[in-house]
């Protein structure tokens, strides 16, 4: 009876899921835990790990999920005493799921214990956003470091001591076993060791899209703004070193918006809608500060089929403008303009990978500047999909491919 027990625990398999922040409802959909249940009839853990990795970042994420899979640590040592039970359990059968880059010490520490347990590891070779890989010229190296060195020198202290744990990482050979490849662009910021196995896969997004279930509905006559979670609330930018009123602040932000939307909602005759950022909680359905704007619950993969138009300051939403061909309208202001903020130079190139141009709401926009924010390159966007959101040519989820893999 004992022995048969204890081929029953070794034969169950295990998906553990590690999370680098707070857990969230569309990282439960992302990561297709549920599919892995149902499907493959596999156990699955989500080991929320923010605590210790990242202490203090917790503050950046409001809207938070309660999942009986969910587990949160709160040190390292404990998160290995748990892990090594894991290991004595399941055996080889442990497939871990994470994107945890060697961009701290602790992430470093993390990352060697599981290649000196000979952990079997999957990662995905996407950003949320396309990223200019090409090299920033001597000047404008030295205008990053001299504005950091008097505006934010903790920013310029953080980036040369990730640079130098990842370069570590690397010549400690800290390399997942399988690589997710999201598109043909996707690998352009990786340097990776030829023992990796590449799987053909999807981002985020298209993942999502190949699982939605499109909801036929009668109104259409609706744009989808997709929300980030500053300036009104803490966003990445805690963990990246810079000053909470870096992308601009509430008071000048959401006026422009207003007066944008409204523009947008006179001409095109629809009504704007609000894609609320993961990480937040909204306590109104129809916040004063979006003026009467509605937060809308649906998942955005439902919601963009049948919108007019998507409209962000810089969200990888935006690959949906890209999978059902509908307009898309980057924005910024006067203020975070006026700002020395980088992120103004990342969201034009983020644009004109889908052929667009960011535009300043601010300016005064006529109707006929308004109707050529509407146009879109169908061919453009179609590259847009290949290179950054699939690799594949079938319906296949990534849940259908990681599955196989245990």
């Not at 992430?107 to 200019?132: G, W």
């Not at 590449?198 to 298209?206: A, E, L, M, R, V």
Request: proline share 3%.
């Amino acid at each position: 009876m004992v022995v048969g027990l204890l081929l029953n625990f070794m034969t169950e398999k295990l998906i553990l899921l590690l999370m680098p922040i707070k857990c969230r409802k569309i990282d439960i959909n992302r990561y297709e835990i549920k599919e892995y249940e149902k499907i493959f009839n596999y156990k699955v853990e989500i080991h929320e790990l923010i605590n210790f990795l990242h202490p203090g970042f917790e503050k950046s994420f409001m809207n938070n999920v309660k999942d009986k899979r969910l587990k949160s640590f709160y040190n390292f040592k404990k998160w290995k005493e748990y892990y090594l039970k894991l290991k004595i359990k399941y055996g080889k059968n442990i497939l871990i799921i994470k994107n945890i880059s060697n961009n701290n010490l602790i992430s470093l520490k993390l990352n060697l214990f599981l290649k000196k347990n000979n952990a079997k590891i999957i990662e995905y070779s996407t950003n949320q956003f396309p990223i200019n890989q090409e090299k920033k010229n001597f000047f404008n190296l030295i205008e990053n470091l001299v504005y950091s060195l008097f505006f934010n020198p903790r920013k310029i202290v953080l980036y040369f001591l990730q640079n130098f744990l990842i370069f570590i990482g690397k010549l400690l050979n800290l390399f997942p076993t399988y690589l997710i490849k999201t598109g043909s662009k996707s690998f352009a910021h990786i340097k990776f060791q030829k023992n990796i196995k590449i799987i053909n896969g999807n981002s985020f997004d298209y993942n999502m899209y190949l699982k939605s279930k499109i909801k036929k509905t009668i109104n259409k006559n609706y744009g989808l703004f997709l929300e980030a979670p500053t300036p009104l609330f803490s966003g990445d930018i805690y963990i990246d070193g810079e000053k909470s009123n870096a992308r601009g602040t509430p008071e000048k932000w959401f006026p422009s918006l207003d007066k944008f939307f409204t523009k947008i909602e006179k001409l095109k005759k629809i009504k704007i809608m609000i894609v609320p950022h993961p990480k937040i909680k909204h306590k109104k359905n129809k916040p004063n500060y979006y003026f009467g704007r509605k937060i809308v619950s649906e998942s955005l993969a439902n919601l963009a089929k049948n919108s007019s138009v998507i409209i962000s300051r810089d969200s990888a939403g935006f690959s949906y403008a890209a999978i059902h061909n509908k307009p898309a309208i980057f924005i910024y202001t006067n203020e975070l303009l006026n700002k020395k903020n980088f992120f103004l130079n990342n969201q034009r190139f983020f644009a004109s990978e889908l052929g667009l141009n960011p535009i300043n709401i601010d300016n005064y926009l006529n109707d006929k500047n308004l109707e050529q924010l509407f146009k879109f390159d169908k061919k453009k966007y179609h590259l847009y999909v290949k290179q950054y959101l699939t690799s594949r040519n079938d319906k296949k989820s990534n849940c259908e491919l990681i599955g196989k893999l245990i």
